[in-house]
């Protein structure tokens, strides 16, 4: 039986609902005017220098994958949309810690355990889900470390945003070029988490659909009442 | 259309709109609230200046030297032709109550600094240099600027090349009217006879081959800022 859903109220709040999907444009559109930008000049090294930790310097992301069509059209949508992502991302965070929605987020004992579980499960180990709250440990773990990993992104965005009027900000991040190469690593672990999130909703729970744009579910089709793995048990 | 097609049609739907989206510049409606929040950032940008904001490089960090890279619009490398135009004179004028022309011993007499700085380039790479020049503050302070002077126009002999800037980035202690890189004279590949450089503007806003300096009440464009970069482009 899975808890901290109570029967009748929907999923999820409308709050989270539709500052979701405004996150799944904004992160979009940043992320492929991001990656037009960093073609200008996709590498890291200061001119005379080479860069230790980027084995892609000088390859260009291909095109389909970013937005923008010239770097000065990918700057615009990119310090545009900016702003609606960090008000976005305020908003879901200040209501997520205000109507008390954190605590189905943060770690807690046994979280490590039961992620190993969930693991354990995923790849045939272990033959019944684990039992869960609202999200596994696997998706709190995820859902957990997403905001710190994107304010990495944002903080380092400003200082390379302004390398001199906040010049210890950069400095703090190992300079511009260090600032610049946490901007796009950091960017790279928040679509990292975010194409795995979007694999496992079709893959395991595509009822999450509904549930996450009407607020409708019913426990019945919740991945643990269908003991749904992978492709695996995707009906009822 | 049960509510499984609906959903694979939704998805065809929004993947379809994501692909045509790609690299595209986006929705021409989308242009005017672009502007918009062009203009907001650039306010944002104008408060958050200060002139007591310095570019630093780390200790160790050595000049890229002839790996900073040269860049002019013209097909040639601009250079000076003495015979054809007269001797190179930096002209300064607009809203000054003294217009000057100087020749490059007259800038060599004036204040001079020579700072290690970065060049950042909107394309993302930045490159270290030794620049030594005079103050752009100092150069205004012989011409005797007139407070109502809001913008500054740095143009330059590379086929019609220029950028106006907001009189406060061009007041930053670290914008100066550069002569010399890395101990030499400014070669032609960098901007010859003189050039702007400060780490608080862009390159493209930095303008080389420098002609004359003109202090306006309004902004005036520029080379790049009026082929869809931002205007500001300040750092």
Redesign the interface.
């Known amino acids: 039986m899975t808890q901290g859903t109570p029967a009748g109220s929907p999923r999820h709040h409308w709050v989270v609902r539709v500052t979701h999907w405004v996150n799944v444009v904004a992160l979009?559109l940043m992320v492929?005017s991001g990656l037009?930008?960093?073609n200008?000049?996709p590498?890291f090294?200061?001119?005379?220098?080479t860069f230790c930790c980027y084995p892609f310097e000088g390859m260009a992301i291909p095109?389909?994958?970013?937005?923008?069509?010239?770097?000065?059209?990918a700057?615009?949508?990119h310090?545009?949309m900016m702003?609606v992502l960090v008000v976005n991302g305020l908003i879901y965070m200040a209501w997520v810690y205000l109507h008390g929605e954190w605590r189905d987020l943060v770690p807690r004992r046994g979280d490590l355990r039961d992620s190993v579980e969930m693991v354990k499960y995923y790849a045939f180990v272990r033959k019944d889900h684990p039992r869960q709250g609202k999200h596994n440990a696997l998706q709190k773990a995820a859902y957990f470390a997403l905001p710190w990993i994107a304010l990495l992104t944002v903080v380092s965005g400003i200082a390379i945003w302004?390398?001199?009027?906040f010049?210890g900000l950069t400095?703090l991040l190992g300079?511009?070029?260090w600032a610049?190469y946490w901007h796009f690593v950091s960017m790279v672990a928040v679509v990292a988490i975010a194409v795995g999130h979007v694999f496992m909703v079709f893959a395991v729970d595509?009822y999450a659909?509904r549930s996450m744009t009407t607020g409708g579910w019913s426990e019945r089709l919740s991945p643990e009442a269908r003991n749904a793995r992978p492709f695996i048990n995707l009906k009822l | 259309m049960n509510r499984r097609e609906m959903i694979a049609a939704a998805g065809a739907t929004f993947g379809s709109a994501l692909l045509t989206a790609c690299d595209s510049t986006g929705p021409a409606r989308a242009a005017g609230a672009l502007t918009f929040a062009q203009h907001k950032n650039e306010t944002l940008e104008r408060a958050l200046f200060s002139h007591r904001s310095r570019d630093r490089v780390a200790p160790g960090v050595g000049v890229a030297g002839d790996k900073f890279p040269s860049y002019f619009i013209s097909d040639r490398v601009p250079i000076w032709d003495a015979a054809m135009r007269g001797a190179w004179r930096l002209e300064v004028g607009g809203m000054v109550s003294r217009p000057m022309a100087f020749s490059l011993d007259d800038l060599m007499r004036l204040e001079r600094q020579t700072q290690r700085v970065n060049h950042y380039c909107v394309e993302g790479w930045t490159a270290v240099a030794d620049f030594t020049g005079v103050p752009v503050s100092a150069l205004a302070a012989a011409c005797g600027v007139d407070p109502a002077s809001r913008f500054v126009d740095f143009e330059s002999f590379d086929d019609g090349y220029h950028e106006s800037w907001d009189i406060e980035s061009a007041m930053h202690p670290q914008t100066i009217i550069v002569y010399g890189k890395d101990g030499s004279p400014l070669s032609a590949a960098y901007g010859a006879p003189a050039r702007v450089h400060s780490p608080v503007k862009y390159g493209y806003k930095n303008t080389k081959y420098l002609t004359r300096v003109m202090f306006l009440p309004a902004a005036n464009g520029g080379y790049w800022s009026d082929r869809g970069y931002e205007w500001y482009g300040g750092l």
């Open positions: 979009s492929g037009r930008i960093f200008a000049y590498a090294a200061r001119k005379g220098e095109s389909w994958l970013t937005f923008g069509g010239w770097l000065a059209g700057r615009q949508w310090f545009a702003w302004k390398p001199v009027q010049a400095d300079g511009y070029t610049r595509p659909l």
